[in-house]
């Protein structure tokens, strides 16, 4: 199956309507994303199918739990872009911001966000944890897949979302695991948590988001 074939599938098992340009601005994604790995191991994944369906198919699960309309997301840990990058393309009006401590990934985030043209993209050369009181709570939504645990990420990503915001785990099959270790750790503190059990497009994988809605305390 050619890989713009592959694409639209996924897309359209997503339930999304994405327009030529935005398929096009994926097949540049995958291009460039190739052609930086070969210099500095950006991904592990080599393969046309692998990107398209495990870091852009996948990416996009997150849409499932990100609230409708304009607002102000994070991607920490973003790595080479993903979830992030991917979400974008399908929603411009989304705010982004990558937050990436690698030099060398933040230059690629740079690299393609400015080829792609994504307007209201920044790219923060940092660890999440250490954001700063600048950015706590400047963010509607922050997100990230397997980069953290799930205590972890509460813990250190929970400053920065807005009140009501909403804090979004993509996880594989040992989340339970994850979710106990949370509610142990953090009784006292603990948002509300649901669990998205999704598919993932043209493959036989089910996914797990963690949505943690966030409130402040009184």
Aim: charged fraction near 25%; hydrophobic fraction near 40%.
């Amino acid at each position: 199956m050619q890989t713009i074939t592959l694409l639209k599938n996924g897309l359209r098992e997503l339930g999304l309507a994405c327009s030529e340009e935005q398929v096009s601005a994926f097949m540049t994604c995958l291009s460039e994303l190739k052609k930086w790995n070969r210099a500095y191991n950006l991904t592990a994944l080599k393969t046309d199918e692998d990107i398209v369906v495990k870091h852009f198919l996948d990416s996009l699960l997150c849409l499932k739990a990100i609230p409708s309309g304009p607002l102000k997301l994070a991607d920490a840990g973003a790595g080479a872009g993903f979830p992030g990058i991917p979400l974008k393309i399908v929603r411009p009006e989304i705010a982004l911001t990558l937050i990436e401590s690698s030099g060398k990934k933040a230059a690629f985030l740079r690299h393609i966000s400015r080829l792609l043209k994504l307007d209201e993209t920044d790219v923060l050369e940092q660890r999440l944890e250490s954001l700063g009181k600048g950015y706590e709570h400047s963010f509607d939504v922050i997100v990230s897949r397997a980069t953290f645990s799930t205590v972890d990420f509460l813990k250190m990503a929970r400053p920065y979302v807005k009140e009501n915001g909403r804090l979004i785990l993509n996880k594989g099959p040992r989340f339970s695991e994850e979710l106990k270790e949370l509610e142990q750790a953090h009784r006292e503190m603990v948002p509300a948590v649901e669990v998205m059990t999704v598919r993932l497009p043209v493959a036989d994988v089910r996914r797990n988001l963690i949505v943690l809605s966030c409130k402040m305390k009184p």
